[in-house]
């Protein structure tokens, strides 16, 4: 079964870029996509299709990819940025989660 | 505003049934793939099930196949997920999430704030 690899946690200055990692194997043939959980919220979606933001989702939000990694980078981190991220894709008949990784804001 | 409210959930015992139900609002219903994702307490999320625009697609993760069954009426604008065989590690919180990408419904545009099934005896 597929499997995507984040680290558990990363922290970052406030106000400085936060990235985080997504790995896995032929990565760059499909789409992923990013969630933001809260604590005690349902998650939302912030990046789709590797590097699009929904409405509403702010411009310091910003996906890429690169080999068998994409990346969910975070601008001018604010203290409201602390969450939960996970990346998502679909391989074939299923949908997949990475791990999650929790942001830390300092 | 796109709004998704599940409901069904609670207490169940190892071995037992369980039905859950999600009402959409404020999008069409019968346009969008339609998707169950749980987490189970302090762990990630889960993919669970999902149903196409035409209910006649399902899917569903390896852990729940042959126990869960995914369904939609359109014309209440409502998915559900029946849960068979209950087993301690089902124990979660299911959102629904719906899919607005109609190509490849790979993604979870607006998700429903859960409800939570404990399966213990």
């Known amino acids: 079964s597929y499997e995507l690899t984040q680290p558990l946690s990363v922290s970052v200055a406030l106000g400085q870029t936060a990235t985080i990692s997504c790995g896995g194997n032929n990565i760059g043939s499909k789409n992923v996509h990013w969630y933001q959980q809260k604590l005690g919220q349902a998650p939302v979606l912030v990046i789709y299709r590797d590097n699009n933001r929904p409405s509403g989702i702010p411009e310091r939000f910003s996906g890429s990819k690169s080999g068998n990694t994409a990346t969910l980078t975070i601008s001018r981190a604010q203290a409201g940025d602390e969450a939960d991220y996970y990346c998502?894709?679909?391989?074939?008949?299923?949908?997949?989660f990475g791990g999650g990784t929790l942001l830390t804001v300092l | 505003e796109v709004q998704l409210l599940e409901s069904g959930g609670g207490l169940v015992q190892p071995g037992g049934s369980l039905r859950l139900s999600c009402v959409a609002s404020?999008?069409?219903?019968?346009?969008?793939?339609m998707t169950w994702v749980r987490q189970a307490p302090g762990k990630g999320l889960e993919w669970v099930s999902t149903i196409g625009r035409t209910g006649t697609t399902t899917y569903y993760a390896p852990s729940v196949k042959g126990r869960f069954t995914i369904s939609r009426d359109d014309s209440e604008s409502t998915l559900y997920l029946q849960m068979n065989s209950l087993r301690a590690d089902d124990t979660a919180i299911y959102y629904c999430?719906?899919?607005?990408?109609?190509?490849?419904?790979?993604?979870?545009?607006?998700w429903g704030q859960g409800t939570l099934v404990t399966v213990s005896s």
């Open positions: 998502q894709l679909r391989d074939s008949g299923t949908w997949v």
């Open positions: 404020g999008f069409t219903f019968s346009t969008d793939a």
């Open positions: 999430a719906d899919s607005s990408d109609i190509t490849t419904s790979e993604r979870f545009d607006n």
